[in-house]
């Protein structure tokens, strides 16, 4: 008993050097990989709500004129990108500043055979200080790839594009007997 005792109590501490020293890349590490997955998860969200948007534009348009320039623009467009802000995370200020979310955009095109439908997410650049206090041009040294990391930490976040197409919208005719 004595032995264990005198092993636990004559050891001294453990210099912190380690731990000052580590600590903070540790931190990095952490802001890093929590901003990644915050664009993993914002992206599969996109493609979601831009699977959304095309199906239930196909199924809820109109093919006459009268109605694809009124009800169509006025009121499903509108509809249907707030339903997508609202899964997305704009209206909820915790997933709105877990994705650093700026804007939103809805874009629905009906010119062609197909309809195409483009959502477009902006996010917010994290402006980590310690990172984004030195010279682009001294850190990247002309590297494309290190230009657009440091453009998306510290300058203009980033864009998340989602392009999906809809055919025209054909819904079957209701079964009528042949005899009424």
């Not at 010279?135 to 453009?151: A, E, F, P």
């Amino acid at each position: 008993m004595k032995n264990i005792h005198s092993f636990f109590t004559a050891r001294r501490g453990q210099a912190t050097t380690e731990m000052v020293l580590l600590f903070p890349v540790f931190v990095i590490f952490l802001v890093f990989i929590i901003k990644i997955a915050g664009l993993l998860v914002l992206n599969q969200k996109m493609q979601i709500a831009g699977t959304y948007a095309a199906r239930r534009f196909q199924l809820q348009s109109h093919t006459t004129e009268h109605f694809s320039r009124g009800w169509d623009r006025r009121y499903l467009k509108k509809d249907i990108q707030r339903k997508v802000e609202d899964y997305i995370g704009f209206n909820n200020p915790g997933m709105r500043q877990f994705l650093s979310l700026n804007d939103f955009n809805l874009d629905i095109n009906t010119d062609g055979d197909w309809t195409k439908i483009t959502l477009l997410a902006r996010t917010k650049a994290p402006r980590i200080n310690f990172l984004c206090n030195y010279d682009k041009d001294r850190v990247c040294d002309r590297d494309r790839h290190c230009l657009r990391g440091y453009s998306f930490l510290c300058e203009n976040g980033a864009q998340i594009k989602v392009i999906k197409y809809a055919g025209p919208n054909e819904r079957p005719l209701p079964f009528m007997r042949p005899e009424s």
